[in-house]
């Protein structure tokens, strides 16, 4: 089992906040610092927790009024909760709905990420590097990127629609990642595209995520 990271928890802890009733919609959420003393987790850590809670919107960040928990919070329940396994869906089914979205998503990220999560795209990029080659396990790393990408790209729609298929990526990864030479493929795809981010150069980070994507749909296709 991949440990979780300390964002993805904080997360799950804020979603369950509002799903059993403690923070009732349209109810004023706590401070960021009264949430990060109550979950010893970093003001930093609760600020993108709540980002992507509003993108998913499930709350509303009202600058100089405060937070809120939305009337209508979409979240509730994940309609993909049960859904722990590829099941009927095969996996270059899969890959061709993501080579749909992601370049689209990563050509967008070239333009609208800020300066930390261009920071924090490469860092994660390097990171998987740096596991592949201890031979560690990468998987949460990789998609912590495909993931910030997503984020970064500020398309709510495109986001909750990669988002609903969440338990399925982290299922085919396991499988894409077991694929002859795929995991050094991936690692320097994704330091490629997190450079072309950077660079702010959409169409190259579009095409980069297109070949990486399409690499793995070639070579399951086999």
Not at 115 to 144: C, H, I, W, Y
Request: charged share 25%; net charge negative.
């Amino acid at each position: 089992m991949i440990k979780k990271t300390t964002f993805t928890m904080t997360i799950d802890i804020l979603k369950q906040k509002i799903i059993s009733g403690e923070w009732p919609p349209g109810s004023r959420i706590p401070t960021l610092q009264e949430i990060s003393k109550d979950l010893s987790v970093s003001v930093s850590t609760v600020r993108e927790a709540l980002r992507t809670l509003e993108s998913q919107g499930n709350v509303s960040i009202e600058h100089g009024r405060g937070m809120y928990v939305r009337n209508d919070p979409l979240l509730l329940e994940d309609p993909t909760a049960n859904l722990k396994e590829l099941g009927d869906i095969s996996l270059v089914k899969l890959l061709e709905a993501r080579l749909l979205i992601e370049p689209e998503l990563a050509a967008l990220s070239a333009e609208h990420a800020t300066r930390s999560q261009v920071k924090q795209l490469r860092a994660l990029a390097d990171s998987m590097v740096n596991q592949m080659e201890e031979g560690g396990p990468f998987l949460e790393t990789d998609l912590s990127f495909h993931h910030l990408i997503a984020e970064s790209a500020q398309h709510p729609v495109l986001f909750r629609m990669l988002e609903s298929i969440h338990p399925l990526l982290s299922e085919g990864r396991k499988q894409t990642n077991t694929l002859p030479h795929m995991r050094t493929k991936a690692s320097n795809y994704h330091i490629l595209i997190a450079i072309a981010i950077e660079e702010r150069h959409s169409e190259q980070a579009r095409q980069l995520m297109h070949s990486h994507i399409n690499d793995m749909l070639e070579a399951l296709k086999k």
